[in-house]
């Protein structure tokens, strides 16, 4: 069995700065992709940033300069360090990961709140 546990949000004021963790624990063989998405109050989930197994980085247009995602694959640990925080980054963050178990999955974290607000 897989587990995604992610830590990390909270409230922070206009400008500061936040970092989210997410650690997939359990039966795992590889990790291939790993991400991060978010979901605001009656918006669709979307991509926020995901790198891949080599480092390659992607991210959303929105937080493009402001936001860094970083993976240590000794510790199965994703990273989403967020700067210069935006009242319209409020939203509950999703980790998202493709690994290897018993065969390919992707799997999703229980989420974890970030408001940013004055």
């Known amino acids: 069995q897989v587990q995604l546990v992610e830590s990390g949000g909270g409230l922070v004021q206009p400008g500061g700065s936040l970092r989210l963790s997410c650690a997939a624990s359990?039966?795992?063989?590889?990790?291939?992709?790993m991400g991060w998405y978010r979901q605001a109050p009656g918006k669709q989930r979307e991509l926020v940033a995901f790198?891949?197994?080599?480092?390659?980085?992607k991210y959303a247009d929105s937080v493009k300069g402001r936001f860094t995602i970083t993976r240590d694959n000794a510790r199965n640990t994703v990273y989403l360090q967020m700067n210069s925080l935006k009242p319209e980054d409020t939203a509950v963050y999703y980790c998202?990961?493709?690994?290897?178990?018993?065969?390919?999955?992707?799997?999703w974290g229980q989420g974890t709140q970030v408001t940013v607000s004055s």
């Open positions: 998202n990961v493709d690994l290897v178990s018993r065969g390919l999955g992707n799997y």
């Open positions: 790198i891949t197994s080599s480092g390659s980085t």
């Open positions: 359990g039966n795992i063989f590889s990790i291939v992709n």
